[in-house]
């Protein structure tokens, strides 16, 4: 498909990793309503792609997204947002079945900041800088920074962040564990690939029944979290790749997964 506000490519040495660029450089890859609605196709198209293991979302060296769109929703009212459920496009990324990685250069605020959040690991460019400044505009984070900064990097830090404004750089948010992995601005995407092609190189129906079980690690009760795991983990034995994966060990050989 043609996008306008978004570039897409298959990479990788088998060509199994989804990129996505975000692209609107001149408004710092704000997030408008056309560039969510491609990035939600992008992700559900390359999510039913079975050459496909992992997705990447990225941005350019200035900028992964400094927030949503400003311009777009100067002008909204508490009804017109009600009605026309202002940001339910959002869901589509987060209900993708395969890992997406943020690969992070530049500024990644507000909705930026959210939007690689809601990936499940965030790579960043020494230069990245991170931060959720609605306050300064007189609004408050409304994509899951008040709700997953706090569960990535604790309350106190979380409330610091969202109540000042203030931007943290890149080394910051690794020590306080959002962000996974630090690289030179140049090395970044290449390392990410790399990291996309190391998960792709397992069962990818394995892979997606582990980001499941550690998503619930997010969304429940630590009780109920480890009996979904059990649940799942009892569920792998139902799997050939399962079977595959441990003949393979003790054969000491390669596994051969088939994603069955
Ligand atoms: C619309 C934006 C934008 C945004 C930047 N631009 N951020 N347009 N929405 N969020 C536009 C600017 O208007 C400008 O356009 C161009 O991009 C370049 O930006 P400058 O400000 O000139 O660049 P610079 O001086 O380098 O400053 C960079 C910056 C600053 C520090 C990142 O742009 C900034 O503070 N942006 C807003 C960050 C923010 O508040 N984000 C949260 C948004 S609220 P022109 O046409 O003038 O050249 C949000 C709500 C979340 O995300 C709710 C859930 C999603």
Same mark, same amino acid.
């Given at each position: 498909p043609q996008y306008e506000n978004i570039k897409i490519d298959v990479v990788g040495e088998k060509k199994n990793v989804g990129l996505i660029q975000l692209n609107r450089p001149k408004a710092l890859n704000a997030l408008c309503k056309p560039l969510f609605q491609e990035l939600g196709k992008a992700v559900k198209d390359f999510d039913a *792609? *079975?050459?496909?293991a992992a997705i990447i979302i990225t941005g350019n060296e200035k900028a992964f997204a400094a927030g949503a769109d400003i311009k777009e929703m100067q002008n909204n009212t508490y009804s017109t947002n009600v009605r026309g459920g202002f940001l339910q496009e959002w869901e589509d990324a987060s209900n993708c079945g395969k890992p997406i990685i943020a690969a992070v250069n530049g500024f990644a605020l507000g909705g930026g900041c959210e939007l690689a959040m809601l990936c499940d690991i965030i790579y960043a460019g020494e230069k990245a800088k991170f931060g959720q400044p609605e306050i300064n505009i007189g609004t408050i984070p409304g994509a899951g920074g008040t709700q997953r900064l706090p569960r990535y990097v604790g309350k106190s830090k979380a409330m610091e962040i969202v109540l000042t404004g203030n931007f943290i750089d890149a080394h910051e948010a690794e020590k306080m564990g959002l962000v996974s992995k630090v690289f030179p601005v140049e090395k970044l995407l290449e390392e990410t690939i790399k990291l996309a092609e190391r998960i792709g190189t397992h069962s990818p129906l394995i892979v997606k029944m582990a980001k499941q079980a550690v998503n619930q690690a997010y969304e429940t009760t630590l009780k109920s979290g480890l009996h979904f795991e059990k649940q799942v983990f009892y569920g792998t034995f139902a799997t050939a790749d399962r079977q595959e994966g441990m003949n393979a060990f003790i054969e000491k050989r390669t596994p051969n997964f088939k994603n069955e």
């Open positions: *792609d *079975d050459k496909i």
